[in-house]
């Protein structure tokens, strides 16, 4: 359980202490003091970038003046039970350092090694249209699900965009009159088979355990959605095939478009191509013709089925960050939502712009009100 949050010259933050006590806290103030800052600050506890997507750089405070942002730091302190505390930081030691270090009881660490500590899962504003949006978002917030759960898919993931850019390079020098190496290109296209191959099967079964998670928790005032992932990848490993045939599969597909991708100058076959749908049940229509409000609500739906789901599948705690969680959402979801989150025991971060938008947390939750730089 996170017992207190540290930043230094972080976004808007010179520095400041936050103590979390255990259940919901709700962080309220005008826009613009603050609060999204915090709940990036407590996403960036997991690999990856955060919930802001932003790079190190751009995390640094700057005073006026300043071209550039500042060394920065966040820590958290956890309780580890039987008295025991553990002590998370990241950041960059250099102002302008374009990757951050991750420490763990002051010991440099993997950033892999932050998912044994805690799990955060969040949904922000930006997902609000998340159906509707861009096939390359869906499928990075799907990801993140999955490697929330297992661990080594980020790497994966990350194994598999490095090779297919080599790959891409070596097609487009081809296609400018460079002869690309084939035995360079069958490597590549090897690795791709076999990294591709263990991220369908991956994402495919987290589908699997999501949907399960979704229809376990019934006929609630959150809309129930029917998932699926279009790829021919996360077909065959839906439809049971071993990972050999998968990448089997993948390598084949690739070897086919080489002309086709250096023509195009992008690669347009294999996993990265996915994508995540939705079926609005109720409605028998795709989620991506829905309002903002109703794909706000397939979205929590989804995330709550995903906390339900990291319960089962690790003794590591969720920590679940919803940014502007009231908005676009009526009356009744709102007070649902609260409600389930106080009913599943989590330890939630909530954010918005007034605090009367929180009144069914009252006696149930921390109320902090965020200012410039610090708190009320």
């Known amino acids: 359980m996170i017992q207190s949050l540290t930043l230094t010259d ?14 919901p806290v709700v962080l309220y103030g005008p826009n613009g003091a603050g609060k999204t800052n915090l709940l990036e600050a407590l996403s960036l506890f997991t690999p ?15 005073e ?14 956890l309780d580890a039970g039987d008295g025991d505390e553990v002590r998370l930081g990241t950041g960059v030691q250099a102002a302008g350092a374009a990757r951050r270090i991750v420490r763990i009881d002051g010991e440099t660490a993997q950033p892999g ?8 899962v969040w949904a922000t504003p930006e997902q609000d249209r998340l159906f509707s949006d861009a096939r390359a978002g869906r499928l990075k917030f799907f990801d993140r ?3 929330a759960a297992v661990p080594d898919h980020a790497a994966v993931v990350a194994g598999y965009e490095k090779a297919l850019r080599e790959r891409l390079r070596l097609l487009t020098d081809g296609a400018e009159g460079r002869e690309a190496d084939p035995l360079w290109l069958d490597a590549l296209e090897l690795r791709l088979g076999e990294a591709g191959a263990r991220a369908a099967t991956a994402r495919a079964a987290a589908l699997t355990g999501l949907q399960a998670g979704i229809d376990a928790r019934g006929d609630r005032p959150f809309p129930q959605a029917d998932l699926g992932l279009t790829g021919e990848a996360e077909t065959m490993a839906a ?19 080489r002309a086709r991708d250096a023509a195009a100058g992008r690669s347009l076959f294999g996993p990265h191509r996915s994508d995540l749908t939705a079926l609005h049940r109720e409605k028998n229509r795709p989620a991506a013709e829905g309002s903002s409000g109703e794909q706000k609500a397939l979205v929590l739906n989804l995330i709550l089925a995903q906390i339900t789901r990291l319960r089962t599948v690790s003794a590591v705690p969720p920590v679940l960050l919803l940014d ?14 609260f409600e389930e989150i106080v009913a599943l025991g989590l330890q939630a971060f909530l ?13 149930h939750a921390a109320f902090v009100k965020v200012e410039t730089g610090g708190f009320g």
């Open 10 to 23: 972080f976004r808007s933050y010179a520095s400041a202490t936050l103590p979390v006590p255990a259940g």
């Open 48 to 62: 990856g970038r955060g919930l802001r997507a932003a790079t190190a750089v751009e995390m640094g405070r700057r």
């Open 64 to 77: 006026p003046g300043e071209a550039g942002g500042r060394a920065w730091a966040v820590a958290l302190t």
């Open 113 to 120: 090694r932050l998912l044994d500590y805690l799990r955060p």
């Open 145 to 147: 699900l999955v490697f």
């Open 239 to 257: 439809a049971g095939a071993d990972e050999d045939s998968i990448a089997a599969a993948i390598r084949e597909g690739l070897v086919r478009s």
């Open 324 to 337: 502007e969680a009231p908005a676009h959402l009526d009356a009744r979801r709102r007070a649902a939502l």
């Open 351 to 363: 954010t918005g712009t007034e605090a009367d938008l929180f009144t069914d947390l009252t006696g």
